[in-house]
Structures are given as structure tokens and as C-alpha cells.
């Protein structure tokens, strides 16, 4: 399995030799020669700041260095099945009935369709979305019904007339539904615009409720408008959006809030002498289980599941030694609530890392069961699967699926063992108490999420 | 006058990480030769103090990360998450094609934030601490870009969940 670290390399490699040494031997005398040349240097400074200023103005009108891709595709042909309906979908958007503005904006298209990577021909062209949306800010999509569709951004303040509008974004149009996540320098600063085809219907659920027997419950809430228009700053906790028709739903995802500091303390000893208290990793995972969801206020209990100490060895060699490891849940007032595991190491500033497959959503935490594969820092995942069961259990056993054989046993000592097995595997595991009743069980799949909260709701594409 | 024949040993020696580091940042050829050359000419600027303070290559890093934020500034792009994700199928030569372009698409919607920090943590394999003095901001922050830049990797192209479990830390 390659690394995050060997891709980069490979995306490097694509590099040239950018060779500027000259030029910048030359800045650097050109500089020099300002301090003692003062005043012809400062006719200088003042002619390239003003071509700097020029360079700027062009650069921010037009969207940046870059600019909508051409070729094959872009001008003509027929749009694939997928993206029609989307494409012969009327315009959404508070200025969806604002003829004046979106023909001011196609003109200026078609004046220079190559700019925008877009067909010529307005009858090619489609204004799918116009409004003014959350942030004082102005949108307007819009996208060419040809071969190999691309649509384009044009932002401006809220208000701001055709010409005013900056052409600031562009992709390919290849999926049914259109995703508008623009998020700024600072966390909270964005907004999402999502919509999909007419004669869809788009509903949206927030603030889910985790129940004590490990469910989730959630409310939808009809859009009647038929397109999601969020700033960042307002997204609330577990925002979810659905586009579906009668029962069949085309697309659900989560959309992220902007991040929440953690208030109130974790209790960094586990529950029922769960391992040994990390106070380091539980206060890390607890920040980021709130930075994650939300979840936080003096209702929100974070709680330790398990923790103990955690080896290291770090191949960059950075943090190898003795680190912590602590699975922290948010503990919620109807009795469930996501947790997630999370590594430290030996660094005296300690770098941490997310569980491999340690995040998600539990009820009751005097009954759950969580099993997971412990965290690597090496190329491949460990052998070793950490089982945290009910206190009352003091043995598990790992079935695998299909033929049932039983792959492993282990004691568990307050609930807690391990078993070795190297991945991947397919089964249940199962937790007996002293007389060998069953006192939990749950499948298990070596199916890597990394803390990633939206695998804790799957996204859902229909298509 | 600048100390020429020590500055171009140093670059020229250099010039190929530099190369790289630069295009990881700036996502282009065009772009990644005006950001490395912006970040040379400071440093020839100053490269008495610089090479006196015997660390130039970390200098210049921290050139190139405050020059690729402050280009990036004027971009303003939006971000998408309906890029073209391609077929997986193949050997693998064709899957490490694949990833390799499927990072190299998700990067591109990062903000300039995000992807320096993906860059000095996973390329330049600095620890917090050092990102977060290249940076110039705190170690919190680190972990909390990190964090979000993992996220939107992950929420562009799931394929990199795999690909990052390996490499993350938040």
C-alpha cells in the first residue's frame, strides 16, 4: 500500500528544473543597487510596483494564473447521459428570475467564450444557478451542455451587476449534482451551494440525535427551494443533504462544520479501569472529536473508553518511544455518541495520529463493544485487533464470516484484549462473561476510515 | 554585492528539491518558476545573514511557503468536489498513475493553507514544531489545518483515505 508521502514524490516529479538562479542573483544586485542608487532606484521601485499593481488586477480579474480548460469536448457534442437532466434543469437561486443579469453574463461569455472554457453558442449555455447567497455574496453558475461540460464560477459582493462578477472557479461537469464547497484561509470563512436535477427533491437533517442502542436519529427537512445556499459559519452540527425522488435518493453527504473548540474538561481515567490513564492522547482525541463534530457544551460528556501507553516506532524517527493511545467518546444526553482513538507519540511536542479504523458511533458505553485494528506507523497495518468490551466480560473470540471458525480467543482483563491477526479479515467478535453467556457482539471488517467522520454516515451516490 | 559563486552552489545544488517542493505548492509549471524565483531573490537579498545563520535551505523554505500564501491570496479559487475521478482499474503502474493524479486534482482544491501544510508535513516530512516555525503560526494550528486538509482530501477523492493511512497525523 504506497503512502500519502510517495504519491507527493510522484506528484513532484512531474517538476522541471525551474532553473532562476540567474534572476535571482540579478533581483538581488538590482536591490542592492536601490540603497545606493537611491534615487534612480525609487523610479524603478515605482514603475514595478505599478506593473506589480497592473499584474495583481489582471491576476484577480481573471481568476488567478490559471484558466478553464479547453479542449476536446468543451464547445460541442451532445452531454453525457449522466449530467442532461442536471443541465436541462432550470436555473436555481434567489435571482433565478433575473433574465437581465444572466443574459448580461452570457454576453459576456459569448464575447469571449475561450476564456471561460465554454461553447460559443448561447444556446449551448446554461445559467444553472444565480443568487445571492449567505456571506454577502453573489453567484452565478453557469456551464456548457456539451460533450465534455464544464461549468464556471463568477463570484462577486452581494448586489453586484454582470460585469462586476470575477470568474473565480471552474470543473468539470461529470456527476449529476452540483457541489459548491469553497472554504477560505480561515476555517469558519465559506459556503456551500449544493443542488441536483428537476424533479428531484432536496432535504437536509442537522443536529442527529445518538441513541443509546447505537442508532442514529435524524429529521429531514424538506427544501423547497430545491438547492442548499450555507455559510460556513452557519453550518450546524451533523448537517446532512439529500437529493432523492420517491424512495430512491441519488445523493446524501455530509457537509462539515466549521470547527468547534472543545469546552469542558475529559475525565482522562477510563471507565471500569479500562487500560491506564493517557492523559495526553485523551485530551488530544477529545479535541478532536469535538473539532469534529461540533459536540460540545456542558451536555456533552467526553468520556474515556480505553487508554494505555502505545510503543512508537516512528520511521522518520521523530517520535519513536513510549507514546499514549486513548479511544474517547462523546457522551451524549441520549446515551450514544461518536467517539474516536487517537495515538501520540514520544515527541516532547507530540505528533498524533488518527486511529486506522477506531472512529464512529456507539450507544450505551457500559455495553458497547469496539474493536479495532491498532495504529501503525510503518507501511503496513499491525496484526494485533484492540477489543474494549463490557466489564463484565472476561473472554472474546473472533468468527470468522462465512464458515464460522473460530480464528482466535483472548481473556480480556476490565473488559480489555487483544488478538492477533493480520489483516484483512471478515467476521463477529464475541464477548462472554464468567459463565459464558454472550454479553456483546458486533461485526468486524478491516475497512480503514482514519477518523474520517463522514465514512461515520456513509455518502451515498446513486449513480 | 551578493556572494554569487556561494548563492549559486547552494541553489544549484538544491534546485531540485526546491523544484519539487515548489510545484507541490503551486500546482503548475508557470506558477511554480515565479514562486521559487520570488523565493531566491529574497533569499540572494540577504544571503550573507543567510548562509551565516547556517540553515539557508530552512529559510528558504519559509520564503516559498509565505510567497506561495500570498500569490495564492489574489487566486481565490473555489473549490469543487466534482472533479473527474479516474477508472481504478489497471496494474500497478496504472493505479500509482491514478493516484498520482487523483492527489495532484484533490490538492488543488485545498486552500493555500492546507496544501503548504500537507506539503511541509508529507513531502518535506517536517514535524509540527517545524511546520509550525515555517508557518509562523502555532503548533494548534498546525494540527488543526492538518486535520482539515486530511479531511478534504478525504471528502474529495475517498481514494486517498487509503492512501494517506500511512501518513496521518491530526
Redesign the interface.
Known amino acids: 500500500m504506497r503512502r500519502l508521502a510517495e504519491t507527493l514524490e510522484d506528484v513532484a516529479g512531474q517538476a522541471k528544473l525551474y532553473d532562476v538562479t540567474s534572476a535571482a542573483v540579478r533581483g538581488a544586485n538590482r536591490r542592492r543597487r536601490t540603497r545606493t542608487f537611491t534615487a534612480s532606484a525609487l523610479t524603478i521601485l515605482v514603475v514595478t510596483c505599478v506593473l506589480l499593481n497592473v499584474a495583481m488586477f489582471l491576476q484577480l480579474n481573471n481568476g488567478g494564473t490559471g484558466r478553464p480548460d479547453l479542449g476536446p469536448g468543451r464547445q460541442n457534442g451532445e452531454p453525457p447521459a449522466l449530467v442532461k437532466a442536471l443541465l436541462d434543469s432550470p436555473t436555481r437561486g434567489s435571482l433565478a428570475g433575473d433574465i437581465n443579469l444572466q443574459k448580461d453574463v452570457l454576453d459576456r461569455i459569448i464575447a469571449d467564450p475561450d476564456a471561460y472554457g465554454l461553447p460559443g453558442d448561447r444556446a449551448k449555455l446554461r445559467v444553472l444557478f444565480a443568487g445571492d447567497i449567505p456571506g454577502n455574496r453573489r453567484l452565478v453558475i453557469v456551464a456548457g451542455a456539451t460533450g465534455a461540460p464544464q461549468l464556471v464560477n463568477l463570484t462577486g459582493g452581494k448586489g453586484a451587476a454582470a460585469k462586476s462578477l470575477k470568474l473565480t472557479g471552474w470543473s468539470d461537469v461529470d456527476t449529476p449534482v452540483v457541489r459548491d464547497d469553497w472554504r477560505g484561509n480561515r476555517g469558519d470563512e465559506g459556503f456551500v451551494v449544493m443542488f441536483g436535477p428537476a424533479g428531484y427533491d432536496l432535504s437536509v437533517s442537522d443536529s442527529p440525535r445518538y441513541l443509546a442502542d447505537g442508532t442514529i436519529k435524524r429529521e429531514w427537512k424538506a427544501e423547497p427551494a430545491g438547492y442548499v445556499a450555507r455559510d460556513t459559519k452557519a453550518v450546524p452540527n451533523g448537517l446532512r443533504v439529500r437529493i432523492s425522488r420517491d424512495t430512491t435518493v441519488l445523493y446524501e453527504g455530509a457537509v462539515f462544520p466549521p470547527g468547534t473548540a472543545r469546552r469542558g474538561a475529559v475525565d482522562v481515567n477510563p471507565l471500569h479501569g479500562r487500560g491506564k490513564p493517557a492523559p495526553r492522547a485523551a485530551e488530544y482525541a477529545a479535541d478532536a472529536l469535538a473539532y469534529n463534530t461540533g459536540l460540545t457544551g456542558p451536555d456533552i460528556r467526553y468520556v474515556v473508553l480505553w487508554s494505555d501507553d502505545f510503543w512508537v516506532e516512528d520511521p522518520n524517527k521523530v517520535g519513536t518511544g513510549m507514546g499514549q493511545i486513548a479511544t474517547v467518546m462523546a457522551l451524549t444526553p441520549d446515551g450514544g455518541g461518536p467517539y474516536l482513538t487517537l495515538t501520540t507519540d514520544a515527541s516532547p511536542e507530540p505528533n498524533s495520529r488518527t486511529h486506522p479504523n477506531a472512529a464512529g458511533v456507539i450507544g450505551d458505553p457500559e455495553k458497547a463493544l469496539l474493536v479495532m485494528r491498532l495504529p501503525h506507523f510503518t507501511q503496513d497495518p499491525l496484526d494485533t485487533l484492540q477489543i474494549v468490551a463490557p466489564p463484565a466480560a472476561v473472554r472474546a473470540e473472533f468468527v470468522r464470516q462465512g464458515d464460522g471458525a473460530v480464528l482466535a480467543t483472548t481473556p480480556l482483563t476490565n473488559g480489555v484484549g487483544r488478538i492477533e491477526l493480520p489483516a484483512p479479515v471478515e467476521g463477529t467478535v464475541r464477548a462472554f462473561d464468567a459463565k459464558g453467556a454472550v454479553v456483546a457482539e458486533r461485526a468486524y471488517t478491516d475497512a480503514f476510515t482514519y477518523g474520517d467522520f463522514s465514512n461515520v454516515e456513509p455518502q451515498v451516490r446513486g449513480w | 554585492?551578493?556572494d554569487?559563486e556561494g548563492?549559486?552552489e547552494f541553489?544549484?545544488a538544491r534546485?531540485?528539491r526546491?523544484?519539487?517542493?515548489?510545484?507541490?505548492l503551486a500546482g503548475?509549471?508557470?506558477?511554480?518558476?515565479?514562486l521559487?524565483?520570488a523565493a531566491?531573490?529574497k533569499?540572494?537579498?540577504h544571503?550573507a545573514k543567510v548562509s551565516a545563520a547556517g540553515d539557508p535551505e530552512a529559510y528558504i523554505r519559509k520564503i516559498l511557503y509565505h510567497e506561495h500564501?500570498r500569490t495564492?491570496?489574489?487566486?481565490?479559487?473555489?473549490?469543487?468536489?466534482?472533479?473527474?475521478l479516474p477508472e481504478t482499474a489497471g496494474g500497478d503502474e496504472t493505479d500509482?498513475a491514478v493516484?498520482?493524479l487523483v492527489?495532484?486534482q484533490a490538492?488543488a482544491k485545498l486552500?493555500?493553507?492546507q496544501r503548504a501544510v500537507?506539503?511541509l508535513r508529507?513531502?518535506e516530512?517536517l514535524?509540527?514544531?517545524v511546520t509550525a516555525q515555517v508557518m509562523g503560526t502555532s503548533?494548534g494550528t498546525v494540527?488543526?489545518q492538518t486535520?482539515?486538509a486530511?479531511?478534504?482530501l478525504?471528502?474529495l477523492a475517498?481514494e486517498?483515505?487509503?492512501?494517506?493511512?500511512?501518513?496521518?497525523?491530526?
Do not use: C
Open positions: 554585492m551578493v554569487e548563492f549559486r541553489v544549484q534546485l531540485p526546491l523544484s519539487r517542493a515548489a510545484y507541490l503548475g509549471h508557470a506558477q511554480a518558476e515565479d521559487l524565483q531566491l531573490i533569499a540572494a537579498l544571503w500564501v495564492w491570496r489574489r487566486r481565490r479559487f473555489l473549490e469543487h468536489t466534482t472533479d473527474v500509482r493516484l498520482r492527489l495532484e490538492l486552500t493555500p493553507k500537507v506539503v508529507y513531502f516530512d514535524s509540527e514544531a503548533v494540527k488543526s486535520n482539515h486530511l479531511s478534504r478525504r471528502t475517498p486517498l483515505a487509503e492512501l494517506v493511512e500511512m501518513e496521518v497525523r491530526s
